[in-house]
């Protein structure tokens, strides 16, 4: 049963709501879907999911209109798309853009269309259920005949015992063999070439028993007695193993030896380090970029001229016919316009290293969004794609919050508090790096810094931080190696409270995504000491990894939580950027894929190659 229709126009004013189904939904499962889904260009997706509602929607992009269904997410409605598309075949019949009400008009109407969409949908369910037992039906009559082979096979091949009364794997086509003792005695069954199937159950026995494979010999010893494989059994078990690292709050004292590092005092400190102060002008983050324009027009008639000749299974059309369509216009955009148009525009965003995944989903809603909207006169099926794709891209990497760092500084001094910031990512990003660049930006704007050194498990992390906290004149607090990082993290922000420090920046250790111990690691230090920005560390170079680092990252905070107010990644420090010249989708894909802006740009070695991100730029580059 539907839950709610509403038809709506592009710029949010509702039209018409159905009344006889408008129950109170649960949150807000539509303007969800607005904000998450046809505002960040996925609209090309066939459904939304919010919690206990599935959402389907289609578009009318002439008219600029929206109509949407909610319906119960257990239930499998199969009428709800030829409903939507009945909807909107109707409505767009007795639209008018000065009316703003269709309340006494409609609801009849959609009444009938409900009823003729019912109808249907119960037809197609009817014959589905038809077509289950009959599929069941034949299943039964194969295996009846695979079994009736087999007998015949059986009583041909002669008895399935041995004289000895063994058991012997029957196969898929009838033969009998005795595989137990062949394989026990280490001989290869080279005789039967033309058996298919093995028994997966007796199968997996050998192989716990320490057969490597069919006809293999054992592991221990192919000839020799079960005395000499115990034997080598304990010897292997007597053999060290490397210990797995613990997380827990106390190390183990047998591995206090590794740790060389300086000594420090019990708050952290690291007086008798020897001060070098750094100073190497202006942060590039307070640079306003220049951004030039001069060669749109050119790349656009370049464009236009490429997707021309990507085009020769097109239909050439006459003179007289193409130069009147393009005073007049067309009168709808079809997907067949659109695909040729598409298709370069997706291979041009891929070389560009942006996902694939990505590439395509964007191709799919701008194509969704222009579907059926009318061609203006004198444009290009190309030229329109690539606006409505260039405000796509503007769209999706504009943040959609506040990211003033300095502002929210300044909120967390006035409650006499430090503003934390904790840097994550895969191993050799740069986290390091670009953690002391962000504190030699928050240095130039008089910002008390503190530096945190919570990598306890890389070895010459600590070391690293240490000198640039020394060249940079900022205090640093680290407690060495084997150490927990999340009560590292915590003893640093109570260190920060105490001498009045405005923020304190925490270096973590580099981890892969699917490493289970470390993201469990990296979890409790976030649930422990509830930052203020959680920044994932990126490079620029990566391409379809991107995807899968931020949305596994996601995945294992979301589901290692142990408390109800999930923490997820806030934002995202971009390094490397100056070793890619345009392929810079990597931007793009990790932006899409996990809804976090772009804060920093890492582009040098210096502390003061660091930078806002220029959207407009990055556009122009992506569809140059």
Same mark, same amino acid.
């Given at each position: 049963?539907?839950?709610?229709?509403?038809?709506?126009?592009?710029?949010?004013?509702?039209?018409?709501?159905?009344?006889?189904?408008?129950?109170?939904?649960?949150?807000?499962?539509?303007?969800?879907?607005?904000?998450?889904?046809?505002?960040?260009?996925?609209?090309?997706?066939?459904?939304?999911?919010?919690?206990?509602?599935?959402?389907?929607?289609?578009?009318?992009?002439?008219?600029?209109?929206?109509?949407?269904?909610?319906?119960?997410?257990?239930?499998?409605?199969?009428?709800?798309?030829?409903?939507?598309?009945?909807?909107?075949?109707?409505?767009?019949?007795?639209?008018?853009?000065?009316?703003?009400?269709?309340?006494?008009?409609?609801?009849?109407?959609?009444?009938?269309?409900?009823?003729?969409?019912?109808?249907?949908?119960?037809?197609?369910?009817?014959?589905?259920?038809?077509?289950?037992?009959?599929?069941?039906?034949?299943?039964?009559?194969?295996?009846?005949?695979?079994?009736?082979?087999?007998?015949?096979?059986?009583?041909?091949?002669?008895?399935?015992?041995?004289?000895?009364?063994?058991?012997?794997?029957?196969?898929?086509?009838?033969?009998?063999?005795?595989? $137990? !003792? =062949?394989? @026990?005695?280490?001989? &290869?069954?080279?005789?039967?070439?033309?058996?298919? /199937?093995?028994?997966? *159950?007796?199968?997996?026995?050998?192989?716990?028993?320490?057969?490597?494979?069919?006809?293999?010999?054992?592991?221990?010893?192919?000839?020799?007695?079960?005395?000499?494989?115990?034997?080598?059994?304990?010897?292997?078990?007597?053999?060290?193993?490397?210990?797995?690292?613990?997380?827990?709050?106390?190390?183990?004292?047998?591995?206090?030896?590794?740790?060389?590092?300086?000594?420090?005092?019990?708050?952290?400190?690291?007086?008798?380090?020897?001060?070098?102060?750094?100073?190497?002008?202006?942060?590039?983050?307070?640079?306003?970029?220049?951004?030039?324009?001069?060669?749109?027009?050119?790349?656009? $008639? !370049? =464009?236009? @001229?490429?997707?021309? &000749?990507?085009?020769?299974?097109?239909?050439?059309? /006459?003179?007289?016919? *193409?130069?009147?369509?393009?005073?007049?216009?067309?009168?709808?955009?079809?997907?067949?316009?659109?695909?040729?148009?598409?298709?370069?525009?997706?291979?041009?965003?891929?070389?560009?290293?942006?996902?694939?995944?990505?590439?395509?989903?964007?191709?799919?809603?701008?194509?969704?969004?222009?579907?059926?909207?009318?061609?203006?006169?004198?444009?290009?099926?190309?030229?329109?794609?690539?606006?409505?794709?260039?405000?796509?891209?503007?769209?999706?990497?504009?943040?959609?919050?506040?990211?003033?760092?300095?502002?929210?500084?300044?909120?967390?001094?006035?409650?006499?508090?430090?503003?934390?910031?904790?840097?994550?990512?895969?191993?050799?990003?740069?986290?390091?790096?670009?953690?002391?660049?962000?504190?030699?930006?928050?240095?130039?704007?008089?910002?008390?810094?503190?530096?945190?050194?919570?990598?306890?498990?890389?070895?010459?992390?600590?070391?690293?931080?240490?000198?640039?906290?020394?060249?940079?004149?900022?205090?640093?607090?680290?407690?060495?190696?084997?150490?927990?990082?999340?009560?590292?993290?915590?003893?640093?922000?109570?260190?920060?409270?105490?001498?009045?420090?405005?923020?304190?920046?925490?270096?973590?250790?580099?981890?892969?995504?699917?490493?289970?111990?470390?993201?469990?690691?990296?979890?409790?230090?976030?649930?422990?000491?509830?930052?203020?920005?959680?920044?994932?560390?990126?490079?620029?170079?990566?391409?379809?990894?991107?995807?899968?680092?931020?949305?596994?990252?996601?995945?294992?905070?979301?589901?290692?939580?142990?408390?109800?107010?999930?923490?997820?990644?806030?934002?995202?420090?971009?390094?490397?950027?100056?070793?890619?010249?345009?392929?810079?989708?990597?931007?793009?894909?990790?932006?899409?894929?996990?809804?976090?802006?772009?804060?920093?740009?890492?582009?040098?070695?210096?502390?003061?190659?660091?930078?806002?991100?220029?959207?407009?730029?990055?556009?122009?580059?992506?569809?140059?």
């Amino acid at each position: 049963m539907l839950e709610q229709l509403l038809i709506f126009t592009r710029g949010g004013l509702i039209l018409w709501t159905c009344k006889e189904i408008s129950n109170a939904l649960k949150g807000s499962p539509i303007d969800t879907l607005i904000r998450s889904c046809l505002l960040e260009e996925r609209s090309g997706e066939v459904s939304f999911n919010y919690g206990a509602y599935t959402l389907k929607w289609t578009f009318h992009n002439d008219l600029g209109l929206v109509f949407v269904a909610v319906y119960q997410r257990i239930l499998q409605l199969l009428y709800v798309d030829d409903l939507l598309s009945l909807v909107k075949q109707s409505f767009s019949e007795i639209y008018d853009p000065k009316r703003m009400n269709y309340d006494d008009d409609f609801d009849e109407t959609f009444r009938q269309l409900r009823m003729e969409a019912e109808a249907r949908g119960e037809e197609l369910r009817k014959t589905k259920q038809v077509v289950k037992p009959l599929s069941s039906n034949v299943k039964k009559q194969v295996q009846v005949s695979v079994e009736g082979g087999n007998k015949k096979s059986s009583d041909g091949g002669g008895s399935k015992k041995d004289d000895e009364g063994k058991k012997v794997s029957s196969l898929t086509n009838g033969n009998h063999h005795k595989m $137990e !003792d =062949d394989v @026990a005695n280490g001989k &290869e069954n080279t005789d039967d070439s033309n058996n298919v /199937g093995l028994d997966v *159950s007796k199968l997996a026995k050998l192989r716990s028993k320490g057969v490597r494979g069919r006809g293999g010999l054992r592991k221990a010893d192919s000839v020799g007695s079960n005395k000499g494989s115990k034997v080598n059994a304990a010897e292997l078990s007597k053999k060290t193993t490397k210990k797995n690292r613990v997380w827990d709050d106390a190390a183990p004292k047998q591995q206090e030896k590794l740790d060389f590092t300086d000594s420090v005092d019990q708050n952290g400190g690291n007086d008798h380090v020897e001060v070098v102060a750094a100073d190497q002008g202006e942060s590039m983050m307070d640079k306003e970029e220049a951004f030039s324009s001069d060669s749109e027009s050119d790349d656009d $008639e !370049d =464009d236009e @001229a490429r997707s021309d &000749e990507e085009k020769p299974e097109a239909k050439k059309k /006459g003179w007289f016919s *193409s130069v009147f369509q393009s005073i007049t216009g067309k009168a709808n955009l079809e997907r067949t316009d659109l695909e040729p148009a598409l298709k370069a525009l997706k291979e041009r965003l891929m070389t560009k290293n942006v996902a694939e995944e990505i590439a395509e989903k964007l191709c799919e809603s701008v194509e969704a969004s222009l579907e059926g909207k009318k061609l203006a006169s004198f444009t290009r099926i190309s030229s329109t794609v690539q606006g409505a794709m260039e405000e796509a891209l503007i769209r999706i990497l504009t943040p959609r919050r506040s990211i003033d760092i300095m502002r929210d500084v300044h909120a967390a001094k006035e409650q006499r508090r430090p503003y934390v910031v904790v840097f994550v990512g895969v191993n050799g990003v740069g986290k390091s790096t670009n953690l002391a660049k962000v504190a030699y930006w928050l240095q130039q704007h008089k910002v008390s810094v503190m530096m945190a050194a919570c990598d306890t498990f890389r070895s010459g992390a600590v070391e690293q931080l240490r000198t640039h906290a020394r060249r940079l004149q900022i205090p640093i607090f680290e407690k060495g190696y084997e150490k927990d990082p999340a009560v590292v993290a915590k003893e640093a922000i109570q260190e920060a409270t105490r001498n009045g420090s405005d923020v304190v920046l925490v270096d973590t250790a580099g981890r892969m995504q699917d490493n289970e111990p470390l993201m469990r690691a990296l979890s409790k230090l976030i649930n422990l000491n509830k930052p203020d920005l959680v920044l994932f560390v990126g490079e620029a170079l990566v391409g379809n990894d991107a995807v899968d680092q931020l949305s596994k990252f996601n995945q294992k905070l979301s589901d290692l939580s142990t408390s109800g107010n999930t923490r997820l990644i806030d934002g995202i420090l971009l390094t490397k950027f100056d070793t890619i010249d345009d392929k810079v989708g990597a931007a793009l894909s990790m932006v899409y894929i996990s809804g976090a802006p772009v804060m920093f740009v890492g582009c040098g070695q210096s502390y003061t190659d660091l930078k806002k991100l220029n959207v407009k730029a990055i556009v122009k580059t992506l569809l140059k």
